[in-house]
């Protein structure tokens, strides 16, 4: 039985384990374990099997959203408390992954329940501002979801794929390192015309694990690496290295979305917690961006504690880094 005080802090963890964690199952639940959330949201759910092992360990129910889309790409809720009530909601043709809701009881006379909302929007950083139009109309239907449900205080938590107005990004740095994964023979030219990961002869390519590790990236994550345009290879090289360089190019990416829940009143509580701190949640093999969030409503923004990603200074964890290509993203709230 949880005790006052165990009952009066909510941890909630936001969590893409990366292609369903292969390979990686023990090192994300190590992660989790030490993490100790009461409510964990997982984006790229692609071996259900694994995640209700997970959900075992950690002696928590699980609740699995599957994709709008044919992918395998579900999302999850793993959850201590009890769950009062769940939903997921597909949206073909507007959605690719799904959304997946719940509420849950805390225990707290002050706020008896909370919803949670997980969701993981599009990527598709290779259609740059229709990427972004795109993930404007997945979270339109997500807060149209909302808007239907009763005026429960709620958080929203994933992996948005999407950046904040005033967050930087540090695309010199990303995109010199692109280059030397290129020159190293790990990312080739695909018959597509992008630049991505080498593809693996087998399901155990010593050669290649060899040259990943020699690159100082787990040979796991390999599939974490991202396809871009051809273009960017040559074009990296002429481009200047200087500060101001980083804050021209994060200029030119649209960012609506994350825009949008702010013009609606909610926070964005790793922000709230951190003026300046980048926060990067992506990738653990070269930090560059944050696109992982906790969000808060208007009704529990004001109980925020704390908010930090696991893997920053703050919040130390010695697997996260190979865990996955994301790291996860805390945050405590005062019921």
Known sequence: ????????????????????????????????????????????????????????RLGMRILIGKPSDTSK?????????????????????????????????????????????????????FERANGEARRMREMRSVLHDIHRLTQTPHVIIGDFNALAPDDTVAAIRFFKRMAELRRAGLVVRGADGSMGPVQRRGRSDRALEHGW????????????????????????????RLPVTD????????????????????????????????????????????????????AVAPRLQGCDVIGSHAFSDPDVATASDHYPVVADFNL
């Open 1 to 56: 039985m949880l005790t006052t005080r165990h009952r009066r802090r909510l941890r909630i963890l936001t969590y893409n384990i990366l292609l369903g964690g292969e390979g990686r199952e023990e090192r994300i639940a190590r992660v989790l374990e030490r993490a100790g959330a009461d409510v964990i949201a997982l984006q790229e759910v692609t071996n259900v099997a694994a995640v209700r092992r997970l959900a075992s």
């Open 73 to 125: 790409l579900n999302v999850a809720l793993l959850s201590r408390r009890r769950v009062l009530r769940w939903h997921n909601y597909q949206h073909p043709r507007r959605m690719l992954r799904g959304h997946l809701e719940c509420e849950i009881e805390t225990g707290s006379p002050v706020m008896p329940r909370l919803r949670i909302h997980c969701l993981h929007l599009a990527a598709r950083f």
């Open 213 to 240: 590790l020699a690159a100082g990236i787990d040979p796991h994550l390999d599939v974490g690496v991202p396809r871009l345009p051809s273009i960017v290879g040559p074009a990296t090289a002429v481009i200047p």
């Open 247 to 298: 804050r021209v190019l994060g200029a030119l990416l649209a960012r609506w979305s994350v825009q949008h829940l702010l013009d609606l009143g909610y926070t964005d509580c790793y922000r709230r917690m951190h003026k300046r701190d980048h926060g990067y949640t992506v990738a653990t093999w070269m930090p560059a961006a944050r696109v992982d969030y906790v969000f808060a409503d208007a």
